[in-house]
T-cell receptor
Framework: DAEITQSPRHKITETGRQVTLACHQT?????MFWYRQDLGHGLRLIHY???????NKGEVSDGYSVSRSNTEDLPLTLESAASSQTSVYFC?????????????FGPGTRLLVL | AQRVTQPEKLLSVFKGAPVELKCNYS??????LFWYVQYSRQRLQLLLRHISRESIKGFTADLNKGETSFHLKKPFAQEEDSAMYYCALGGSNYKLTFGKGTLLTVNP
């Protein structure tokens, strides 16, 4: 069965370190998204991609970067982790069929920045 | 600009009571509306979308363009419905704008 996975599931890091969160999907979807989930803010879009070598900034992209070298993976990098980036991160993917395309979510990564 | 408002952060009902989770949106084009649900410590999953006009787990939602609303309703709440519910608005670019979510608690 097709799925979307994230690793690690939990991560503790220190301020200033570079951190990369992995996202892998086997749906063969063109569209991939990264969100962060915080109490009182819901889900906010960090970065997204419509295909290989395509990346775009979302509403809270500062301090984050992504790259898309193949269809299956969209790793999220925190260049220099800050305590404000402590959050739960969700990756999602969707097809490009048109109206009503569902986004399928990964299980999430809980990141704590000390 | 796209915006989704879920006015209730918390909603508590008793088992068997009707439940309505409110969602209002702002969008200049033709909206695509979704409800996603997140059970405790699980991933988000699609509950329903307006384009399908379906009922999932007893939940329904009707798009009211005049009131720009997409409220989620269920006539008889069950304890297993306790979860975080997110309303989401999609446009022509496959991105979703999420509301801040409503935490539903169904008490026995």
């Amino acid at each position: 069965d097709a799925e979307i996975t994230q690793s690690p599931r939990h991560k503790i890091t220190e301020t200033g370190r570079q951190v990369t969160l992995a996202c892998h999907q086997t749906w063969n979807h063109n569209n991939m998204f990264w969100y962060r989930q915080d109490l009182g803010h819901g889900l906010r879009l960090i970065h997204y991609s419509y295909g290989v070598h395509d990346t775009n900034k979302g509403e809270v992209s500062d301090g984050y970067s992504v790259s898309r070298s193949n269809t299956e993976d969209l790793p999220l990098t925190l260049e220099s982790a800050a305590s404000s980036q402590t959050s739960v991160y969700f990756c999602a993917s969707s097809g490009s069929g048109g109206l009503g395309e569902t986004q399928y979510f990964g299980p999430g990564t809980r990141l704590l920045v000390l | 600009a796209q915006r989704v408002t879920q006015p209730e952060k918390l909603l508590s009902v008793f088992k068997g009571a009707p439940v309505e989770l409110k969602c209002n949106y702002s969008y200049s084009g033709s909206p695509e509306l979704f409800w996603y649900v997140q059970y405790s410590r699980q991933r988000l999953q699609l509950l329903l979308r307006h384009i399908s006009r379906e009922s999932i787990k007893g939940f329904t939602a009707d798009l009211n363009k005049g009131e720009t609303s997409f409220h989620l309703k269920k006539p008889f709440a069950q304890e297993e419905d306790s979860a975080m519910y997110y309303c989401a608005l999609g446009g022509s670019n496959y991105k979703l704008t999420f509301g801040k979510g409503t935490l539903l608690t169904v008490n026995p």
